[in-house]
């Protein structure tokens, strides 16, 4: 098939799929912004990097599992594709419930660590609570998704991803207004849906898949080095994707303490709409890098650099494409956009209708960014790939969100991740 074709035929069941995932935590900060206010938005807030971080746990074994996969499919060699993804999968397992297992011990001790202020720590609490079993679901959903694709079946990866995304919708509603259990109800209903997700993934691989079916490990010594060798290789060229969601952790809690800092909890309040969009412009981004992964690893084991050159090109315009017309929507829809969370009445609202606009100016560098890190990763240049990320997201980040607010003010706040994301463009450019 013709790249741009195959290109299209995989990319939009992902966006679709990607769009409807990112809205689990969209419709979460819609319904506790009406039902409970500034304080339990800004409180979900908060607890929102320790989903980000299951995310990134299930994307990094994913990414890699499904770039070794891809190569070792390009050379028919479906038993190793088959051992990668089971090892993926248990790997990927024992590190989610690992920090579940913290988050249930030690809660207080989290939020201290996630910059909760006191008078949003009861609200938080009670959100986390809820959300941290359901985050090894959301692990498996992710990693299922990007090894679904990669087997020839986008449309039931997008399944696995509205399903879930229109069930906690209607549950968020059911458990915020007619039940009146606020965030705890929310935290309840994105559970569950993450739970549906998980299953749906894992049932795919037991009862549906073409090629990539659970494989039984042997539990010899020889076998179990294999393994711990195949896991590194996986961390390795997934670690940038981690490193990607680790970095939106940090950049909602430097936010967090810098607006806390500047304006209060209503100014908390007003960038936890931001970070609530930011998942959706992470999501667009990210469906064009995981629709060329799958083409862009496969031909290049196949050592057809001519089809990858092409994919490169194609998943480019198609950022550039998604970059501008995210900037687009949120800037020119701030006012509908910031309504669906708060009430006109709120102080919040001033501030985050004068600031999304500024903000969207990072859609189209993020765009950009996050297709040439996802190239590199399929080619397995994972230093690069890992040098990119910490670049957006930590390296430039904490700088910018130091130094504009000093020279700006408030603009400053809402500048510093779009400066982030242009100086790593520039950067990137201009080395590739």
């Keep these: ?188 209903a994105t559970s569950i849906s993450c739970v549906v997700g998980g299953l749906m993934a894992l049932s795919y691989f037991f009862w549906f898949s073409d090629k990539l079916k659970f494989y039984k490990l042997k539990s010899s010594r020889k076998s179990l080095l294999l393994t711990l060798r195949n896991v590194c290789y996986m961390t390795k060229i997934g670690f940038a994707t981690f490193l990607t969601e680790i970095a939106m952790s940090i950049m909602m809690i430097t936010g967090n303490y810098r607006f806390l800092s500047q304006l209060g909890e209503q100014g908390v309040a007003a960038y936890s709409i931001a970070c609530y969009l930011f998942p959706v412009v992470f999501s667009i981004a990210n469906a064009v890098a995981q629709s060329a992964q799958p083409i862009i690893s496969f031909n290049y084991g196949a050592n057809n650099n001519e089809r990858v050159r092409q994919t490169l090109k194609v998943s480019l315009l198609a950022a550039l494409i998604c970059g501008l017309s995210v900037t687009f929507g949120i800037s020119a829809g701030a006012i509908p956009i910031v309504l669906a969370f708060l009430s006109p009445e709120e102080p919040a609202f001033a501030i985050a209708t004068s600031g999304l606009p500024m903000f969207s100016i990072c859609s189209l560098f993020f765009a950009v960014n996050i297709t040439f890190i996802g190239y590199y990763q399929s080619l397995e240049k994972a230093v690069r790939s890992i040098i990119y990320t910490l670049l957006r997201g930590i390296v430039l980040l904490i700088p910018s969100f130091v130094i504009l607010p000093a020279l700006l003010g408030e603009k400053g706040l809402w500048l510093a991740i779009p400066m982030a994301e242009f100086l790593t463009a520039v950067i990137i450019i201009t080395f590739s």
């Excluded at 320790?50 to 070792?72: D, E, Q, R, W």
């Excluded at 399903?163 to 549950?171: G, H, K, Y």
Aim: proline residues 4%.
């Design 1 to 188: 098939m013709k790249i741009g074709s195959l290109f299209r035929a995989i990319f939009f069941p992902t966006l679709i799929g990607m769009i409807f995932t990112s809205l689990i935590t969209v419709i979460d900060g819609m319904f506790v912004g009406h039902g409970v206010g500034a304080g339990g938005i800004a409180s979900v807030n908060i607890v929102a990097p320790t989903f980000m971080i299951a995310t990134g746990i299930g994307l990094m074994f994913g990414i890699g599992a499904s770039v070794i996969a891809s190569i070792k499919l390009s050379e028919s060699n479906i038993k190793a594709a088959k051992i990668i993804m089971t090892q993926g999968f248990i790997a990927a397992t024992v590190l989610a419930s690992l920090m579940v297992a913290v988050i249930l011990i030690a809660p207080e001790w989290t939020l201290q660590l996630l910059g909760c202020s006191t008078d949003l720590k009861s609200n938080a609490l009670d959100y986390m609570l809820f959300l941290a079993p359901s985050l090894i679901f959301v692990m498996i959903q992710c990693i299922g998704m990007m090894l679904i694709r990669l087997d020839g079946s986008p449309k039931y990866a997008m399944w696995c991803q509205a399903i879930p995304a229109v069930l906690n919708i209607i549950l968020d509603y059911i458990m915020i207004f007619p039940m009146g259990m606020g965030v705890k109800g929310a935290a309840v």
